[in-house]
């Protein structure tokens, strides 16, 4: 599944809205679009899933 993790640039939020929840600013996408196979932003990935997960966005 991809992921498109999104960050506020105003409070720093992540978040999949296109719109902070908390601020009302637009969200910038914060990940590179380009994976190798290897990966190297999945450790990144799965803090940043853990943490909007952790503030209870449903989908
Ligand atoms: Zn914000």
Known sequence: MRWRIRKCPECGRYTLKEVCPVCGA????AH??????EDPY????RRLKKEILG???KK
Do not use: L, M
């Open 42 to 45: 999945g450790e990144y990935r």
């Open 32 to 37: 590179p679009p380009k994976f190798s196979p």
């Open 55 to 57: 503030i209870g966005v």
């Open 26 to 29: 637009e969200t910038k996408v």
